[in-house]
């Protein structure tokens, strides 16, 4: 089934099972709780946040090898450059940000 903004195909079953996965880790369901306990709106949460981790990496697939390449040189000299930061900013929150970037293009 193709997504009707873009016409990217999703895995629906996997988008489903990753929602439960995270309502299994978010919100502990099983021994103490159960889903009537906790309620659809936690479980709708989990759902979106399924389909947004979804439609990131279809945004990050769609980018060709060499824009991918290019990105991921241009973020390895903004790591760089982080030593040259200006007071009060945090480089080890900034190079954090920066390999979390980096990670995302490179697994795709």
């Not at 995270?22 to 946040?49: H, V």
């Not at 947004?52 to 769609?62: D, P």
């Not at 007071?87 to 990670?103: C, L, T, V, W, Y």
Request: proline fraction near 4%.
């Amino acid at each position: 089934m193709a997504n009707h903004a873009n016409t990217i195909p999703f895995d629906r079953k996997a988008i489903m099972t990753r929602a439960w996965e995270l309502m299994r880790t978010q919100y502990r369901l099983g021994n103490p709780f159960t889903f009537n306990d906790i309620g659809r709106k936690c479980f709708a949460w989990c759902l979106s946040e399924a389909w947004r981790e979804a439609k990131a990496a279809a945004r990050i697939t769609a980018i060709p090898a060499d824009e991918k390449a290019r990105r991921v040189a241009r973020l390895r000299e903004e790591m760089v450059n982080t030593q040259y930061l200006p007071f009060g900013m945090s480089a080890s929150r900034q190079r954090g940000h920066i390999e979390a970037q980096i990670r995302e293009l490179e697994a795709a």
